[in-house]
């Protein structure tokens, strides 16, 4: 099946900084999703983007689905940035089958 | 109002005991997902529903169970509980304006002691 690694693996940043999350994916995609995952365990949709530039906000994503990689950006960082961000991707047939990194732990201090 | 709900959020069960997670949703979706995540990890596809006469097994099925009540419904049975099945679990829709965009509630925590 299709892998997907995210980098880094945690991230610390102090407020007001900016950062860029990887993830990379071994197969073309048809499906790419980023989440947040805050500190109570809820996951967030954050884009769906299995190609293109999204913005939300303080929130960017850039997926290359021809070189196989997906990068968020979060701009101007605050405390309630922190959590883990997922990548998830689908592929083929399947594109309703997601498959999950394993996360970027971000810490934003204030 | 949450558009994915699951119920009960909290669950602690002991060894060998059956127990039910349910989800419903309000976003008018046909396709129902069953995930569960374990310590950092992502999260793996347990079962999934794209109409109440489809239902199919995901990567991780074993010891699990679904039913597909309605449209809207869509709850997960662990049969005979057992530790490592200790976990944060997820419901998922997918169906709308972006097909395959899948959508999550807000989890349940179950503990098999």
């Known amino acids: 099946g299709i892998q997907v690694e995210q980098s880094p693996p945690d991230l610390i940043l102090q407020e007001g900084a900016n950062s860029t999350l990887r993830c990379n994916f071994s197969?073309?995609?048809?499906?790419l999703q980023w989440f947040h995952q805050n500190p109570w365990g809820q996951l967030i949709n954050l884009f769906y983007?299995?190609?293109g530039t999204k913005q939300n906000g303080r929130l960017s994503a850039t997926t290359v689905a021809t070189e196989r990689y997906s990068l968020l950006y979060i701009s101007s960082s605050q405390t309630t940035d922190s959590g883990v961000y997922f990548c998830?991707?689908?592929?083929?047939?399947?594109?309703?089958?997601?498959?999950f990194g394993k996360g970027t732990l971000l810490t934003v201090n204030p | 109002d949450a558009d994915v709900t699951q119920t009960p959020r909290n669950r602690i069960t002991k060894t060998g005991k059956r127990i039910m997670l349910e989800c419903s949703q309000t976003?008018?979706?046909?396709?129902m997902y069953w995930y569960r995540q374990d310590p950092g990890l992502g999260l793996r596809l347990i079962y999934y529903?794209?109409?109440?006469?489809?239902?199919n097994k995901g990567e991780i099925s074993d010891g699990y169970s679904v039913s597909r009540q309605a449209q809207a419904k869509f709850s997960l049975s662990l049969e005979s509980a057992i530790p490592n099945q200790t976990a944060l679990y997820f419901c998922?829709?997918?169906?709308?304006?972006?097909?395959?965009?899948?959508?999550f509630g807000p989890g349940t925590r179950l503990t098999v002691l």
């Open positions: 998922a829709t997918s169906g709308g304006t972006t097909y395959n965009e899948q959508f």
């Open positions: 197969d073309s995609v048809n499906n």
């Open positions: 983007i299995p190609s």
């Open positions: 998830a991707v689908a592929s083929g047939g399947s594109n309703y089958k997601l498959t």
């Open positions: 976003k008018g979706h046909d396709r």
């Open positions: 529903s794209f109409d109440v006469k489809d239902i």
